[in-house]
């Protein structure tokens, strides 16, 4: 070889690789790893919950890719071994399930988001539970209806909680939060919303937030897109991810605008106004609590990282944040859901879904869940 080829094999090489390797941030003690890929036939992962013996469920809404129906996956906590738990019920007028967010109820049932909203946005969404016995699904019954885009779930305090990420009141791009004590989840007579024109009268509604729009600016060199352009629809969603912390505090974050609030406790299920932590993150999804270290975990889906608000220090911090690529290697992928395993581990879900603006490009094939150890 004459040099003048290998200086330009060498420069190809070093070119090849810059390409290839994806930029990261964050401390390499906190990098992501390949928890689990999955085939097709869950091509759009999302929610997540655990059980009391700790096997960990995972929702397959199946948005990219809907040749396979919507169902729920459960990871058996002895074997590691994963297989799928239940199909969903399909929704009688758009023959389709969407599982999104999962919680499980202290008798061990498992609730599910049948998020409708994007096959019908007029009010078909519901709460589904899946009564489990010995373990094994018995049967699939609704116990909340008439919702929009019913998104993150938990249970506390005797009752079941749920993030509505769309009023759709063009004029002020409200969402809520709502609580449903267990004494009305009831399949024969499922717990129905009001119309969000009376969301002032519903007494299921316990806090109200407002989505600012941001200007996002220009994507792939094209003109400026107006965060009203109905392209944008998305990030005019409201409250996502939701959890609580040792206190009973509720911490939710937007999607459309990523700010992130806390609603403190009262008395009988109420709780006071939501009051605005931080505007660091630009578009959340999911929220979990991280208890040994008293701080919230945070997916930023636009951004392609996971955040840390320290709840002590009231300050939210990055741990990890990548740039564009399939997931393959356990690098982020548009992450949504996060859930602790243990006390050290993190699950996090990559729904690889994108919006315009967000890192994460395009719907991949690699279908995958990472995994950050903060034992280190
Ligand atoms: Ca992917
Ligand atoms: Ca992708």
Known sequence: MNKILSILTITVAVSCTAAETPWTKGDPGSRPKLFKQFGDVLNTPDGLAKDATGNIYLSAVNGVDGSYGGHIWRMQKSTGKWSVFSPCRRHPKTNAAYPMGLAFDPEGNLYYTDTQYFADPDYQSRIMRIVIKDGEPQRIEPVV????????????????????????????????????????????????LLEKDSVSCDPYCIGIIETVLRDRGTANGKPEIKPTDPSLHIYTA?????????DGNLYT????????????????????????????????????????????????????????????????????????????????????????????????????????????????????????????
């Open 145 to 192: 209806e008439h919702i929009k885009l019913p998104n993150a779930l938990r249970w506390h305090d005797g009752a079941l909680y749920f993030t509505e990420s769309f009023f759709n009141d063009p004029a002020t791009y409200q969402s809520g939060i709502y609580r449903i004590p267990s004494n009305v989840l009831n399949a024969d007579k499922p717990a129905q």
């Open 238 to 246: 409201g409250c996502d991810g939701m959890d609580f912390d040792k």
């Open 253 to 376: 974050g937007s999607f459309g605008d990523g700010r992130f609030w806390v609603l403190k406790p009262l008395k009988d299920g109420r709780y006071a106004k939501p009051k605005l932590l931080s505007e660091v993150v630009t578009c959340c999804d999911g929220i979990c609590y991280d208890s040994s270290r008293n701080r919230i975990l945070l997916t930023a889906s636009e951004q392609n990282a996971i955040y840390a608000w320290e709840i002590d220090k009231k300050d939210m911090k990055l741990i990890w944040a990548n740039s564009d690529n399939n997931g393959a290697t356990g690098l982020l992928d548009q992450p949504c859901e996060i859930l602790m395993l243990n006390k050290d581990l993190a699950v996090i879900v990559n729904i690889d879904a994108p919006s315009p603006f967000m890192v994460n490009t395009k719907a991949d094939k690699v279908h995958t869940l990472s995994v950050i150890d903060f034992s280190e």
